[in-house]
């Protein structure tokens, strides 16, 4: 799991983003969308655990592991913002193995 963690995180240092910003494509649109919406989701999901630690979100099994999960959304924006569905498929690994470490702590 570290090394995916590792690669998840050094990778984008690496991926070349389109120059300029006018005509940019679909999929760099979609990127950027994708990725905004993914971190906003994915900084409201420890928003419970951190304000509300004893609520029913925060004790039941969804709510540790929801942050887990929500990173997806943010490394799959980023492997469409620079066209690297390598990095997606090393992003889908890391939050498989992630959320699997995270079901065996429940």
């Known amino acids: 799991m570290n090394v995916t963690r590792s690669l998840v995180f050094a990778l984008p240092l690496l991926i070349s ?3 300029g910003l006018d ?3 679909t999929l760099f649109k979609a990127g950027l969308i994708v990725y905004i919406f993914g971190t906003l989701v994915y900084f409201s999901t420890w928003l419970p655990l951190l304000l509300a630690p004893t609520s029913v979100w925060s004790k039941s099994p969804a709510g540790p592991l929801a942050p887990r999960l929500t990173p997806f959304l943010s490394f799959l924006g ?3 913002l620079g066209d690297s569905w390598p990095y997606g498929a090393i992003a889908a ?3 498989f193995f992630h959320t699997w470490h995270g079901i065996q702590n429940l």
């Open 23 to 25: 005509g940019q494509s």
């Open 78 to 80: 980023i492997a469409l």
């Open 93 to 95: 690994v890391f939050i």
């Open 17 to 19: 983003l389109p120059r």
